[in-house]
């Protein structure tokens, strides 16, 4: 199997910054993308940045020059560098992540997902 554990999160200012990181484990052959996504109070489940193992990055538009995504492969994870944040990005975020790994029938590709941290920002 495989798990995602994240961490970092908590609670913020407005305008302040927080760091998130998901560091992946088990039978691991690859990863491809890793992510991070997040789902504030009412609201659906969002993607907030994607970077894939050739280093190209995604974002949303709501975070592009706040959030900086960043991952090193040797360790399997993935960070997120959260800046002049809002209220609006009050929310769990999740790590996600399309991972390869060993099985006794050979390379399986699975979509993994962390447990949630939660990420508040409140004056």
């Known amino acids: 199997q495989v798990q995602l554990v994240e961490s970092g999160g908590g609670l913020v200012q407005p305008g302040g910054s927080l760091g998130l990181s998901c560091a992946a484990s088990g039978r691991i052959f690859s990863i491809d993308a890793m992510g991070w996504y997040r789902q504030g109070p009412g609201k659906e489940r969002e993607l907030v940045a994607r970077?894939?193992?050739?280093?190209?990055?995604n974002y949303a538009d709501s975070v592009k020059g706040r959030f900086s995504i960043s991952r090193d492969n040797a360790e399997n994870t993935v960070y997120l560098e959260m800046n002049s944040l809002k209220v609006e990005d009050t929310a769990v975020y999740y790590c996600?992540?399309?991972?390869?790994?060993?099985?006794?029938?050979?390379?399986?590709?699975?979509?993994?997902w962390g447990q949630g941290t939660q990420v508040t920002v409140s004056s």
């Open positions: 970077i894939f193992s050739g280093g190209s990055t």
């Open positions: 996600n992540a399309d991972v390869t790994r060993w099985t006794t029938t050979g390379p399986t590709t699975g979509d993994y």
